[in-house]
């Protein structure tokens, strides 16, 4: 599975979008971006997921980059239960494992 | 309905002693997946389980073994509990392999060993 990069912490303001990004240069045609968050002291949170188009759910919304290298995890009004660990996952559609590879994520701090 | 349920939520063990942790996957759900999180760092993934058989094995020792019972459960079996097994345990839960919607985790169980 190819590999990410996300910055270690970010901070946002209550009530303004926050905006993830994740660096996945090695990505291969079959792969797709996941994000999942996790709140302090829980399970893994699935968020969203996208092979080549935006996506948009109840919860955020993924942007990819043409070139598929980059996404961004977008949330429109944070709060402050959106304080979490964000982790984007790259995942093979058609292997035959399909394990999660979490890195360390970036710690998203929503302040009042 | 129920979520993906873990059980215990805490644990106490001696190192040398062994440890079987449990999961309830969500009802329907065929898949059932182990991770193990020590602190500062992002789940590893331990064993995938799908209809009762292994479908993937992450870079744990032999101690460490699971298995899904008729009724989907799960339990993860550690022998010989060493200091380093000290962590958090994660069941996510999913229909089928490919999850494409997505794991549910469980709030896990929290292991220390002394």
């Known amino acids: 599975d190819a590999k990410t990069t996300q910055p270690p912490s970010m901070d946002c303001a209550e009530g303004r979008a926050a905006n993830l990004p994740c660096n996945h240069s090695?990505?291969?045609?079959?792969?797709?971006v996941y994000w999942y968050r996790q709140i302090h002291s829980q399970g893994p949170q699935y968020i969203i997921h996208?092979?080549?188009n935006n996506e948009t759910n109840e919860m955020a919304s993924l942007i990819i980059t043409e070139d598929r290298k980059s996404s961004t995890l977008i949330l429109p009004h944070a709060t402050l239960r959106d304080t979490a660990v964000y982790y984007c996952?790259?995942?093979?559609?058609?292997?035959?494992?399909?394990?999660?590879?979490f890195g360390k994520g970036t710690l998203l701090t929503v302040n009042p | 309905d129920a979520g993906v349920t873990q059980s215990p939520t805490h644990l106490i063990k001696t190192r040398g002693q062994h440890v079987t942790l449990r999961c309830s996957p969500i009802?329907?759900?065929?898949?059932v997946s182990w991770y193990q999180q020590v602190l500062g760092q992002g789940p590893q993934f331990i064993f995938q389980?799908?209809?009762?058989?292994?479908?993937g094995r992450g870079n744990f020792p032999d101690r460490f073994s699971a298995r899904q019972f008729p009724n989907y459960s799960s339990e993860l079996n550690v022998n010989a509990l060493l200091l380093g097994d000290s962590a958090l345990y994660l069941c996510?839960?999913?229909?089928?392999?490919?999850?494409?919607?997505?794991?549910?985790f469980g709030s896990g169980t929290r292991l220390t060993v002394v």
């Open positions: 996510a839960s999913s229909f089928n392999r490919e999850a494409l919607y997505g794991y549910t």
């Open positions: 090695t990505i291969s045609g079959n792969e797709y």
């Open positions: 996208g092979l080549k």
């Open positions: 996952i790259v995942l093979n559609s058609g292997g035959s494992n399909y394990k999660l590879t």
């Open positions: 009802s329907g759900h065929k898949s």
């Open positions: 389980y799908y209809e009762k058989e292994e479908r």
